[in-house]
């Protein structure tokens, strides 16, 4: 088992900033990689971010390349969402995944799941 905890959600005016992190426990070797998921009120969960766990490649969502960025810290089992020029647009609960394999955009394809942090942007 692999567990997944997010942190580092809030309220920010559009324009700003913030940082999640998710720290990942357990058989953190089965991992093959990390994505970012988000899901708005009324709508599916989507795919953000990804990356990979013993490899750089990185891949975002249209909506947010350009403003997001994915990175890990492999010593500290921590992978972090780097936000910047939020919109009221990127409100939804950020949830942070791993995956064994699959393709790194599928929600199915993530085996273990954190219990998600809340992104408000104000208008």
């Known amino acids: 088992q692999v567990q997944l905890v997010e942190s580092g959600g809030g309220l920010v005016p559009a324009g700003g900033s913030l940082r999640l992190s998710c720290v990942a426990s357990?058989?953190?070797?089965?991992?093959?990689?990390l994505g970012w998921f988000r899901q708005a009120p009324g709508l599916e969960r989507e795919f953000v971010a990804a990356t990979g766990w013993h490899s750089d490649t990185t891949y975002y969502a249209d909506s947010v390349k350009g403003r997001f960025t994915i990175s890990r810290d492999n010593v500290k089992n921590t992978v972090y969402l780097q936000m910047n020029s939020l919109t009221p647009e990127d409100t939804a609960v950020y949830y942070c995944a791993a995956r064994e394999s699959g393709y790194y955009y599928r929600p199915p394809s993530y085996k273990y799941w954190g219990q998600g942090t809340q992104v408000t942007v104000s208008s």
């Open positions: 357990g058989r953190t070797f089965s991992i093959n990689g």
